[in-house]
């Protein structure tokens, strides 16, 4: 089963699973069901926008900057750069 | 220049941390509990009328929509400017040799 399979037929299952609630086809208690199923999906689309956030900030939080990388990086570059000029290429 | 994990990185990924944080356990109260709660708890003051629960994240949307909309289409139309000058361009430098 793909991922796509897989993300489409939870949708589906949620998506159905909602459908139920909203259109009133299983009888839930009053206070639920007049102001609790309709703002269901605006309250989801807020979730997910505050656990991205939330994920964004502790990825900032979290990162630390690796010197001996960056060092290798710049060798890379430097060597890169030099093969190209012997080949004729424009460098920067 | 091999500063690990700055004091303001740090600082602004934590206020990212606490805002995502507050902002859904606010919305979260705001939406699913309240309900519950009878309309003569302090609690309910501390809250606006349910209706903004529903026109604020829509107005956001709409807004955010709007702005990348607007900055998807300035960016194509410069580009387009751009590819036509180079064809018109290369039509004159035809013409003239």
């Given at each position: 089963?793909?991922?796509?399979?897989?993300t489409?037929?939870?949708?589906?299952?949620?998506?159905?699973?909602?459908?139920?609630?909203f259109?009133?086809?299983?009888?839930?208690?009053?206070?639920?069901?007049?102001?609790?199923?309709?703002?269901?999906?605006?309250?989801?689309?807020?979730?997910?926008?505050?656990?991205?956030?939330?994920?964004?900030?502790?990825?900032?939080?979290?990162?630390?900057?690796?010197?001996e990388?960056?060092a290798?990086?710049?060798?890379?570059?430097?060597?890169a750069?030099e093969?190209?000029?012997?080949?004729?290429?424009?460098?920067? | 220049?091999?500063?690990?994990?700055?004091?303001?990185?740090?600082?602004?990924?934590?206020?990212?941390l606490?805002?995502?944080?507050?902002?859904?356990?606010?919305y979260?109260?705001?939406?699913?509990?309240?309900?519950?709660?009878?309309?003569?708890?302090?609690?309910?003051?501390?809250?606006?009328?349910?209706?903004?629960?529903?026109?604020i994240?829509?107005?956001?949307?709409?807004?955010?929509?709007?702005?990348?909309?607007?900055?998807?289409?300035?960016?194509?139309?410069?580009?387009?400017?751009?590819?036509?000058?180079?064809?018109?361009?290369?039509?004159?430098?035809?013409?003239?040799?």
């Amino acid at each position: 089963m793909t991922r796509a399979q897989q993300t489409l037929s939870i949708g589906l299952l949620v998506a159905s699973v909602y459908m139920v609630a909203f259109l009133g086809l299983a009888p839930l208690p009053a206070v639920i069901q007049n102001e609790l199923i309709p703002v269901l999906p605006i309250w989801a689309i807020v979730s997910f926008g505050a656990y991205l956030l939330f994920k964004l900030g502790y990825g900032v939080l979290t990162f630390n900057d690796v010197p001996e990388a960056r060092a290798e990086l710049m060798r890379e570059i430097q060597e890169a750069r030099e093969e190209l000029k012997k080949k004729g290429v424009e460098v920067d | 220049m091999a500063v690990n994990n700055t004091l303001l990185d740090r600082l602004v990924g934590l206020a990212m941390l606490a805002l995502a944080s507050a902002v859904f356990l606010y919305y979260t109260i705001w939406t699913l509990l309240l309900p519950f709660v009878d309309d003569s708890h302090p609690l309910q003051s501390a809250f606006p009328p349910r209706v903004w629960a529903i026109r604020i994240p829509v107005i956001l949307l709409l807004l955010g929509g709007a702005v990348v909309g607007s900055f998807l289409s300035v960016v194509m139309i410069r580009s387009n400017r751009k590819k036509a000058l180079k064809a018109r361009q290369k039509e004159a430098g035809k013409k003239s040799s």
